[in-house]
């Protein structure tokens, strides 16, 4: 008898140890699909249409703020929290056509045909970046089971297994899609202080249609911004005139970035001075796109913002052509200027938080500032004839109520 016992017991431990391996097994399926699915969908390339001037890149991704976010430059983002599920659309603007942005500005009837139909190409765009990230993450789901397994059957069972994920995936934002969350937008950036947003007693009908014409006014005005640009007239500089152009607030606008390339060529600039927050949340990633610096071709002055990190400082210090003022002084382009950095880091909002110990930070770095400036002064003077040799230092900053941010002057 014992013997027998000891049978069923060994026959029950083999059953379960049999369930648990596969239970393992099936688990390092899902988990070879989920990885293959993730790698293929960060392969999926933008999804490109056109509104009216602009280029607009859209993409949808895996994202713990779910919702929708279209990025407006240089006026500001507006974000819709219009369902739960981990996934967010990102809308962003890469380029406009100078010519059709100088015939969309004097166009009353092309603005009213970009208000009617820019909705519907926008959906468009969303409907084909979603086929297109099915498609890539399902490849790589099925690439994935091939390349560990090495069997086609297991690469038809991951590729089952991200096609369940991405159906769960989709349920969930269609089960938690809230179209009334389209009709309550947040705004940032400067559509925050636009007439139209912060009107009281509309309902939400009259708010939906503001904002749909509000979108054709955006477009106006990024195209208004480069059309105006592409045509201010060039000044007629001496020999001994130097060409400053002072910039701020990019917050890794690629069209900020743009603008600047264009201004320096047609202007013919021979320094451009940033004066910070160049970055929004001053993280490594940031500032692994800041090359954009390097192929302006001028010195590029910089001195840090609340926004920037001490690692976004070095990045742009990285730059062939950056000069970062961070308590000290520089001769730039036949001029001398003098910066600090802001001492309060506070990505998560527009300034200082008001708290004393920020205050005193900013006054000491003000005090410094005033102190290198005199210190250099001083060391201009020459010995016998008590004359300053070279004038008084450029002070760059940004003029945010701060205290050490002030304008170039």
Do not use: C
Request: aromatic share 6%; net charge negative.
């Amino acid at each position: 008898m014992d013997a027998v016992h000891r049978s069923d017991a060994h026959l029950r431990t083999v059953a379960r140890t049999r369930g648990l391996r596969t239970w393992l097994h099936r688990a390092l399926i899902v988990l070879v699909a989920l990885v293959g699915a993730a790698i293929g969908w960060s392969l999926a390339p933008p999804t490109t249409t056109y509104l009216g001037p602009l280029e607009v890149q859209v993409r949808v991704v895996p994202s713990l703020q779910p919702g929708v976010d279209v990025m407006l430059p240089p006026v500001g983002q507006v974000r819709f929290r219009t369902h739960s599920a981990p996934v967010a659309v990102h809308a962003s603007v890469k380029s406009v056509n100078l010519d059709q942005a100088s015939e969309l500005i004097s166009s009353p009837q092309g603005l009213l045909a970009l208000q009617l139909g820019a909705p519907d190409v926008a959906e468009e765009a969303v409907r084909k970046a979603i086929a297109k990230d099915l498609v890539f993450a399902l490849a790589g789901a099925a690439v994935a089971g091939l390349v560990v397994y090495r069997v086609p059957r297991r690469g038809i069972q991951t590729t089952a297994s991200a096609l369940a994920a991405l159906l769960v995936l989709g349920a969930g934002t269609a089960v938690t899609f809230d179209p009334a969350a389209l009709r309550q937008p947040k705004f940032t950036g400067l559509l925050s202080r636009a007439p139209y947003i912060a009107g009281e007693g509309q309902d939400i009908a009259e708010r939906l249609a503001s904002y749909r014409t509000g979108l054709a006014d955006f477009v106006q005005g990024v195209t208004t911004l480069y059309a105006v640009a592409d045509k201010l007239p060039i000044p007629r500089a001496e020999n001994d005139t130097t060409t400053v152009l002072q910039i701020s607030d990019i917050h890794l606008n690629p069209l900020g970035f743009d603008l600047v390339d264009q201004l320096v060529k047609q202007f013919g600039v021979d320094a451009v001075v940033d004066t910070g927050d160049i970055t929004t949340w001053g993280t490594a990633i940031e500032s692994s796109t800041l090359s954009r610096i390097g192929e302006l071709g001028v010195p590029y002055i910089f001195v840090r913002g609340n926004h920037d990190s001490r690692s976004t400082q070095a990045a742009v210090a990285s730059q062939p052509n950056a000069v970062v003022l961070d308590g000290d002084v520089a001769e730039v382009a036949w001029l001398t200027f003098a910066g600090i950095g802001d001492p309060v880091f506070t990505p998560s909002g527009e300034g200082g938080t008001g708290d004393a110990s920020d205050v005193e930070q900013v006054g000491r770095a003000t005090e410094q500032l005033a102190g290198v400036v005199a210190d250099y002064n001083e060391q201009q003077v020459d010995a016998d004839t008590q004359v300053p040799q070279a004038p008084s230092p450029l002070v760059v900053g940004k003029p945010t109520g701060r205290g050490v941010d002030v304008a170039l002057i």
